[in-house]
C-alpha cells in the first residue's frame, strides 16, 4: 500500500470515527453539534485510540514484572491535551482532514478546550513535563495527584487590578479522563489514638473515632511520543463515604446529610492558588493527605496483584515526592506496613527509606511547609505519632554521632521548637529518603550548603542534582509548528525524541538562507501574538520590534518590578533626554499573582499604569509599547513563548531554584537576558555565554550583602543621577496622575535596607545588558544568529534527559 | 435489631445482622447486644453478613470485648470479610482481637481454652 493510501485511511477512519462518537456519545449527527460537543466528539474518538495502547501498555509492563515510578505531586499543570496528544499519536495532520472533510477547522476546536490548570506554575508544570516523558520513553513512571474541580483561578483585569474567577474546568466534563469507580478507596480521617495493649500484651496504638472519605480515581491517559506508549495520570476526587447519608437523612436531619457530604467532597474542590506556603489551613493539609493516603493504598494494592513479600517492595516500587506536599506519604507508607501488614517498625523503615525520593524545590525558609502539631494530632493522629517515633529513632542517631551537640539535633529534628509546636516536613522528606535532589546544580549546592547543611553532613551520599527539564513534544513540536517545520527540514525529526540531536543546527546559524527563514518563522509567531493581543486588549502592536517578554507567576523574588524599572528608565530617557531607544520594544508581560498576596497585585497594577502613561503618550509611538496579556495559562505559553526574541529571566540570584520558562524560550529561539540563577547558568554555559546575557550580583554576593546587612540602596542611587530620577517618577504623579502617593511604595521598596530583592544593587547591570542586547537586535544577522545557537544547543534541557537520570541514579527503572 | 443467638455449651454466638455498621446503626446494635453481654460472657461474634464498618462500628465492636474481658469472659470474631478485615488492620484492631475464619474454629478456641485451662 503507497503511503498516500495509508493517510487516506487514517483520515477516513478518523472521520467516522468521530462521527460514530457525535451520534453514540452525544447523540447528535456532526452537523448539529456545537462547538464544544465537536471537541468532544473529536477527544473521544482520539481517546479511542490510545485506550487499546494503554491496555497494551499495562499488560507489558506486568509481564516483564517492571518496577514501576510513581510520581506524587500536588499539582500537575496539564495545560489543552487535544493538539499536544494528536502530535504524540502523529495523528495530527489525519485529524485536520478529517475535520476538513466535516467542515471543521481543528484549532478552532484545540482552542475550546479548556486548560486542565491543576497547578500554579513550574512545579506542576514541570510534573507534566516528566509524565509525558516517562510514556515517550516507555519507561513505568505514573502521576498521582488531585482531581481538582476548580483548577487555578482565571485572571480578569479591571482598571489595572486582577480579579479572580473560578476555573470550573470541568463543567462540561472532560473527555480525558476514565473514571475508575471500581478502584475507589476508603480513606480515614481525624479520630483519636486509644493507648491499648494487644493480645500478648505488646502496646498497640488504635486509631479511633475516624471519619471516612472515598477517593474516586480517574485516569487521564498520557500518550507518549509515537504513541507505542501510553500511560495514565490518575487524579482522585474526594467523594462523601456514601452519595447520600440514608439514615441521618431519614432521621430527618436533612442539612447534616448534605454538609457532611459536602465537607467531604471539599477536599478537592479547588488548587490553593499560591506558589509559596501555605500555613496552617486544616483543608490543605488534609488534601495533602488524602492524595497521599489514596495513592499509597493504591500503589500496595498494584504491587500485591503480583507480589506478597513486601522486602521486595523497593525493588518494585519507586515514588517521588514533587516537594514537601506529598511527603505524608512516608508515614502513610509506614502505617501500612506496621499497622495494617504487621511489618516490625525497622522493616519498614527500611522499606518506606528505600523507596522514597525528594525533590526539592525551593531555598526559601520562609517557603517550607511545617504543620501546626496540634492540627496534625486533630487531623492525622496515628500519623503524627508515627513521625514523633521517627524523630526519636532519628535523634538517637544524630547524637551518637554528635555527642552533646543539642543545637545539632534541634536543627535536623522532624519537629520545630523546644515543645515540638510545628511538624517540618522538608525534615521528615529528608530523613524518610535515599535520595534528595536539588533541581539546577547551583540549587543543589546551595541546599547543601545552606539549607540542608547538617543533613548533608550527616548522609552526603542521599544528595544529588537533577537539573529540570522541559518536554521537547509540547514545548516545540506542538507549540511552535512552523519552528518545527523548519528544523526537520533541515535535520530531520530524530531530535523530538533526542532533543541533543538539535546541535547539528548549529552550521545552519551560519547560513544566510536559513537565518532568513528562522526570522520569517519568528515574524510569524509575532504577528499571530500580536493577533492575539489585538483581538483581547485593542493594542497594536509592532512584530519587527524588539518582543522583550517576562511570563511567569508574579512573585518579589522574580522581580517584575525589576523589569517595569528598565521599561520606565527607556521612557524617561525618551521623553526627559530625547534619546531614542537602540531598537523600537514592546514590553509583554504575563502572569498572576497570588490571591491574598498584597505586593504581587500592586505590581500588576503597576504594569497597567506604566503601561498606560506609556502607551497613551505619542512621543513614544512606533518605539515603546507595554502590554500585560491577563490569564497566563499553559496555552497562552504555547503563543507567547515561539513570539519572543528577549527572555527575562531576573530572579535575585540565590532564589529561582531552575526556572523552566528559561529552556522553554531558548528552545523557541530567545535569547536569554537573566541573572546568575537557577538554571540560567547552566543554560548559559551550554549555548554559550557570548549567546545570551547574563548580568548582576552572584548567589554569593547577596548572601554576604545580606548576612552583613550592608545594602544601601540609597548610596546607590545618589551616586547615579539616573537612578534618582528612575526612583523619584514613582513618587511624582507620572503614572498615577489622580493619586500620586498610590505609587509611593516603589520608591519606599527601593530605597528600603530591607528590600530582600535587591533591585537597585542589580539595576545599572540590567541596564547595561539591555543596551547590549539591544545593540544585538538591531544587528538582524547577529541577533539570528543567537537564537539559532540558543535553539541548537539547548538539546540538554529535555525532561527526557531528566527523566532518564532519575531513572538511572534514583528510581531504577528502565525503558521498554 | 434483632440478633440471632446461637448457644454452643457455654459459648454464645452472636450474628451481627446487618450488611453495613456503621454511625446511623451502632448504637442499635450496641442496644441489642447488651442482652447478649448480660447473659454470656464467652461470646463469639459472626460477621459474615458485613460489608462495611465504619469508626463508630469499630468502636462498639471494641466495647464487647471490653465488657466482655470486664466480666473475665472473653469475646472471639469470626467469618470476617475482607472489607471489614481491612477496616480491623486500619485501626490495628486485629492484633487485640482472636479472629477465626468459621463460627467453629472460633467457638473450639473457646474449649481448647477451658481445657487448657483445667
Given amino acids: ?816 | 435489631m434483632e440478633i440471632p443467638i446461637e448457644n454452643r455449651g457455654n459459648v454464645t454466638v452472636a450474628e451481627i445482622p446487618v450488611k453495613e455498621l456503621d454511625a446511623g446503626n451502632s448504637g442499635d446494635l450496641k442496644a441489642a447486644m447488651a442482652k447478649v453481654l448480660e447473659s454470656s460472657s464467652r461470646i463469639v461474634i459472626d460477621l459474615h453478613s458485613m460489608q462495611f464498618v465504619d469508626s463508630s462500628g469499630l468502636g462498639a465492636i471494641l466495647s464487647f470485648l471490653r465488657q466482655a474481658s470486664a466480666k473475665g469472659g472473653d469475646l472471639k470474631l469470626c467469618g470476617m470479610t475482607k472489607q471489614v478485615r481491612t477496616a480491623f488492620e486500619l485501626v490495628r484492631m486485629h492484633r487485640i482481637f482472636d479472629i477465626f475464619e468459621t463460627r467453629d474454629e472460633a467457638v473450639a478456641a473457646f474449649n481448647c481454652k477451658v481445657r487448657e485451662s483445667q
Avoid at chain 1, 66 to 73: E, P
Avoid at chain 1, 602 to 626: C, E, F, S, W, Y
Avoid at chain 1, 698 to 722: L, N, T
Wanted: net charge negative; charged share 25%.
Fill in chain 1, 1 to 816: 500500500m503507497n503511503q498516500h493510501a495509508v493517510v487516506t485511511d487514517a483520515v477516513s477512519e478518523m472521520q467516522s470515527a468521530i462521527c460514530h462518537h457525535a451520534v453514540y456519545s452525544l447523540g447528535m449527527p456532526w452537523r448539529d453539534l456545537g462547538l464544544h460537543e465537536r471537541f468532544t466528539a473529536v477527544a473521544l474518538a482520539v481517546r479511542d485510540r490510545m485506550i487499546e495502547r494503554l491496555l497494551e501498555t499495562e499488560e507489558e509492563y506486568r509481564r516483564q514484572d517492571s518496577k514501576r515510578l510513581y510520581y506524587l505531586s500536588i499539582e500537575f499543570l496539564i495545560g489543552q491535551s487535544l493538539g499536544a496528544n494528536l502530535r504524540n499519536l502523529r495523528m495530527y495532520e489525519s485529524c485536520r482532514e478529517a475535520l476538513s472533510n466535516l467542515g471543521a477547522d481543528l484549532r478552532e476546536l484545540e482552542e475550546i478546550e479548556p486548560d486542565a490548570a491543576l497547578g500554579n506554575g513550574g512545579l506542576g508544570r514541570l510534573a507534566a513535563c516528566f509524565i509525558e516523558s516517562l510514556a515517550t520513553l516507555g519507561m513505568p513512571g505514573f502521576g498521582y495527584g488531585i482531581n481538582y474541580e476548580f483548577g487555578l483561578f482565571k485572571q480578569e483585569i479591571n482598571n489595572g487590578y486582577q480579579r479572580e474567577s473560578p476555573d470550573n474546568w470541568l463543567a462540561l466534563g472532560t473527555p480525558w479522563q476514565i473514571a475508575r469507580p471500581q478502584e475507589a478507596c476508603m480513606i480515614p480521617i481525624y479520630g483519636r489514638i486509644e493507648h491499648a495493649l494487644d493480645r500478648h500484651g505488646v502496646y498497640n496504638p488504635m486509631w479511633l473515632d475516624w471519619k471516612v472519605l472515598i477517593g474516586l480515581p480517574c485516569d487521564m491517559l498520557i500518550p507518549g511520543y509515537g504513541g507505542q506508549s501510553v500511560h495514565f495520570l490518575r487524579l482522585y476526587s474526594a467523594r462523601a463515604s456514601r452519595e447520600f447519608d440514608m439514615r441521618i437523612f431519614n432521621d430527618g436531619d436533612y442539612f447534616k446529610a448534605v454538609e457532611q457530604k459536602i465537607q467531604s467532597e471539599m477536599l478537592s474542590k479547588v488548587l490553593y492558588p499560591s506558589d509559596a506556603v501555605i500555613a496552617g489551613q486544616e483543608l490543605r493539609l488534609a488534601q495533602e493527605y488524602f492524595l497521599v493516603a489514596c495513592s499509597i493504598r493504591d500503589i500496595v494494592r498494584r504491587f500485591q496483584q503480583d507480589h506478597t513479600d513486601f522486602q521486595q517492595f523497593p525493588s518494585k516500587v519507586a515514588i517521588q515526592l514533587n516537594d514537601t506536599h506529598p511527603a505524608l506519604a512516608i508515614t502513610e507508607l509506614m502505617r501500612l506496613l506496621v499497622d495494617e501488614r504487621e511489618l516490625s517498625w525497622d522493616a519498614a523503615w527500611e522499606i518506606t527509606q528505600k523507596t522514597f525520593g525528594y525533590t526539592n524545590h525551593t531555598l526559601s525558609s520562609e517557603a517550607l511547609e511545617k504543620w501546626p502539631t496540634s492540627l496534625m494530632e486533630r487531623v492525622l493522629p496515628r500519623h503524627l505519632q508515627i513521625i514523633q517515633e521517627i524523630d526519636r529513632q532519628f535523634l538517637e542517631q544524630v547524637t551518637a554521632r554528635f555527642p552533646g551537640d543539642s543545637d545539632r539535633a534541634a536543627r535536623v529534628s522532624l519537629f520545630d521548637g523546644s515543645d515540638q509546636q510545628q511538624v517540618r516536613m522538608v525534615n521528615l522528606s529528608v530523613v524518610g529518603s535515599h535520595s534528595v535532589n536539588g533541581v539546577s546544580p547551583l540549587h543543589t549546592r546551595l541546599l547543601k550548603t545552606l539549607l540542608l547543611a547538617d543533613f548533608d553532613e550527616l548522609q552526603p551520599e542521599k544528595f544529588n542534582n537533577k537539573t529540570n527539564g522541559i518536554s521537547p513534544r509540547r514545548w516545540l513540536l506542538h507549540a511552535n509548528p512552523l519552528l518545527t517545520d523548519l528544523i526537520c527540514s533541515c535535520i530531520g525529526d530524530d531530535w523530538i525524541t533526542d532533543l541533543s540531536e538539535l546541535r547539528k543546527l548549529e552550521p545552519y546559524a551560519a547560513d544566510d538562507g536559513f537565518r532568513a527563514a528562522f526570522q520569517q518563522v519568528k515574524k510569524q509567531n509575532k504577528e499571530t501574538l500580536s493577533a492575539l493581543v489585538e483581538h483581547s486588549l485593542r493594542e497594536k502592536l509592532d512584530p519587527d520590534s524588539l518582543f522583550d517578554v517576562q511570563v511567569k507567576r508574579i512573585h518579589a523574588y522574580k522581580r517584575q518590578l525589576l523589569k517595569i524599572l528598565h521599561i520606565v528608565y527607556e521612557y524617561l530617557e525618551l521623553i526627559e533626554d530625547g534619546k531614542r531607544p537602540i531598537v523600537p520594544r514592546t514590553y509583554i508581560l504575563a502572569g498572576k499573582a497570588a490571591p491574598g498576596y498584597w505586593l504581587a497585585k500592586q505590581i500588576i497594577k503597576l504594569v497597567h499604569d506604566v503601561g498606560n502613561a506609556i502607551n497613551n503618550d505619542p512621543r513614544t509611538k512606533d518605539l515603546m509599547k507595554v502590554v500585560f496579556i491577563p490569564d497566563y495559562r499553559v496555552s497562552l505559553a504555547e503563543k507567547i513563548i515561539p513570539a519572543t526574541d528577549l527572555s527575562e529571566q531576573i530572579s535575585t540570584a540565590g532564589t529561582e531554584a531552575s526556572g523552566t520558562g528559561n529552556m522553554k524560550m531558548a528552545l523557541n529561539g530567545a535569547v536569554m537576558i537573566g541573572t546568575y540563577d537557577g538554571a540560567n547558568l547552566d543554560i548559559s554555559e551550554e549555548v554559550g555565554p557570548e549567546n545570551a546575557f547574563l548580568f548582576g550580583l552572584r548567589s554569593i554576593d547577596v548572601q554576604q550583602i545580606r548576612q552583613q546587612r550592608s545594602y544601601r540602596p540609597s548610596e546607590i542611587c545618589d551616586r547615579d543621577a539616573r537612578l534618582q530620577r528612575l526612583v523619584r517618577s514613582f513618587s511624582s504623579g507620572l503614572f498615577c496622575p489622580h493619586q500620586a502617593e498610590f505609587c509611593a511604595w516603589v520608591s519606599q521598596t527601593l530605597l528600603s535596607e530591607e528590600d530582600e530583592q535587591l533591585h537597585l544593587a542589580d539595576l545599572p547591570a540590567y541596564l547595561s545588558a539591555q543596551e547590549e542586547a539591544a545593540k544585538a537586535f538591531g544587528d538582524h544577522e547577529r541577533w539570528t544568529r543567537l537564537a539559532v545557537l540558543n535553539v541548537a544547543r539547548i538539546g540538554k534541557f529535555s525532561s527526557d534527559r531528566a527523566v532518564r537520570e532519575y531513572a538511572d541514579e534514583v528510581w531504577g527503572i528502565k525503558s521498554h
